[in-house]
């Protein structure tokens, strides 16, 4: 939908719109019934138009039990590490394998919150493979894996927020030894890295990279604009096994340096972690919307709407 400069989507499978980069919430399910356009009145006042030009909100509809996603409607989260593998240890902070776990139920909550169907490769503190990890994605038949972790350098003043998506090669030297660093806990699958890559790359859809890819810098963006006191180091395409052996669209975030005291300090802020975790659900919302789009989503095959096609 148009209006002046503005441009605004909506679907009547999801109470969330899109208006120009803004994922914006709705009160209710936007419904089109015998030509007419049912929607919250705060979608109309957003995108500038005259709410008088519609001839019903819809506030005043029956409720719709409705709520799923547009494209991606399963998600699967990755807490990183667990079990024998510790993840990233620092004096007086707690381990990376428990932080993973906390940060992806959180996720988890508030993903589900916005109609996604949501599951978790691990829900206690327990070790899994890779195998077992990228096989979840497969077993619920998932459209979306998000790997979750914070990082760690010898250097105390490196500090950031990163997001990655699949690529064949790291793009630093930095980025090659945090790859590495990830990927120790699966060596024993693979003689080497760069076969486990080799082989499993060949499998990998394009358009799997693409939205990947996507969705990396939704993120990133989402986070430099919501997040106060981030320190982004943007979206970074890398080799982790996670990311190369998953069958769908996937990324992989290290949420912050828990050797660096400034990154340590925000991480445990309440204030910070829901910043955080909000932008990421909004990239995935806005990532949902674009997907819907591309496949022909905003064209209705009735007055009253259809779902779009997968």
Same mark, same amino acid.
């Given at each position: 939908?148009?209006?002046?400069?503005?441009?605004?989507?909506?679907?009547?499978?999801?109470?969330?719109?899109?208006? &120009?980069? +803004?994922?914006?919430?709705?009160?209710? %399910?936007?419904?089109?019934?015998?030509?007419? !356009?049912?929607? @919250?009145?705060?979608?109309?006042?957003?995108?500038?138009?005259?709410?008088?030009?519609?001839?019903?909100?819809?506030?005043?509809?029956?409720?719709?039990?409705?709520?799923?996603?547009?494209?991606?409607?399963?998600?699967?989260?990755?807490?990183?590490?667990?079990?024998?593998?510790?993840?990233?240890?620092?004096?007086?902070?707690?381990?990376?394998?428990?932080?993973?776990?906390?940060?992806?139920?959180?996720?988890?909550?508030?993903?589900?919150?916005?109609?996604?169907?949501?599951?978790?490769?691990?829900?206690?503190?327990?070790?899994?493979?890779?195998?077992?990890?990228?096989?979840?994605?497969?077993?619920?038949?998932?459209?979306?894996?998000?790997?979750?972790?914070?990082? &760690?350098? +010898?250097?105390?003043?490196?500090?950031? %927020?990163?997001?990655?998506?699949?690529?064949? !090669?790291?793009? @630093?030297?930095?980025?090659?030894?945090?790859?590495?660093?990830?990927?120790?806990?699966?060596?024993?699958?693979?003689?080497?890295?760069?076969?486990?890559?080799?082989?499993?790359?060949?499998?990998?859809?394009?358009?799997?990279?693409?939205?990947?890819?996507?969705?990396?810098?939704?993120?990133?963006?989402?986070?430099?604009?919501?997040?106060?006191?981030?320190?982004?180091?943007?979206?970074?395409?890398?080799?982790?096994?996670?990311?190369?052996?998953?069958?769908?669209?996937?990324?992989?975030?290290?949420?912050?340096?828990?050797?660096?005291?400034?990154?340590?300090?925000?991480?445990?802020?309440?204030?910070?972690?829901?910043?955080?975790?909000?932008?990421?659900?909004?990239?995935?919302?806005?990532?949902?919307?674009?997907?819907?789009?591309?496949?022909?989503?905003?064209?209705?095959?009735?007055?009253?709407?259809?779902?779009?096609?997968?």
């Amino acid at each position: 939908m148009k209006f002046g400069d503005k441009f605004g989507v909506i679907s009547p499978f999801v109470k969330r719109a899109l208006v &120009g980069d +803004e994922i914006l919430p709705l009160g209710d %399910f936007p419904r089109f019934i015998n030509g007419d !356009i049912w929607v @919250s009145i705060e979608f109309l006042e957003k995108l500038g138009v005259d709410k008088q030009a519609f001839k019903l909100c819809a506030g005043d509809l029956p409720k719709a039990n409705v709520g799923w996603g547009l494209v991606i409607r399963r998600i699967v989260i990755d807490p990183g590490h667990g079990g024998k593998d510790m993840g990233v240890l620092t004096e007086g902070v707690v381990p990376e394998k428990e932080l993973t776990l906390a940060f992806a139920q959180n996720l988890k909550h508030r993903l589900e919150e916005q109609g996604f169907k949501v599951a978790l490769t691990r829900s206690e503190d327990k070790f899994l493979s890779l195998s077992e990890r990228t096989d979840v994605a497969e077993q619920v038949k998932a459209d979306l894996f998000i790997s979750l972790h914070f990082n &760690g350098w +010898e250097n105390p003043k490196v500090r950031g %927020f990163e997001v990655y998506f699949p690529s064949t !090669i790291p793009s @630093s030297v930095q980025v090659k030894k945090i790859v590495e660093k990830e990927n120790l806990a699966f060596a024993a699958e693979s003689q080497s890295a760069d076969d486990f890559v080799n082989v499993y790359w060949r499998f990998k859809k394009e358009q799997d990279i693409v939205v990947s890819s996507m969705l990396a810098r939704l993120i990133d963006k989402s986070i430099n604009a919501n997040v106060k006191g981030v320190i982004s180091r943007g979206a970074i395409g890398a080799p982790f096994f996670v990311l190369v052996k998953s069958p769908i669209p996937s990324v992989l975030i290290e949420f912050g340096y828990l050797t660096n005291a400034s990154d340590a300090k925000l991480l445990f802020s309440d204030e910070y972690m829901d910043a955080l975790l909000d932008s990421i659900v909004q990239a995935v919302c806005a990532c949902d919307i674009v997907l819907w789009v591309a496949r022909g989503g905003g064209k209705w095959q009735d007055k009253t709407g259809a779902e779009p096609a997968n």
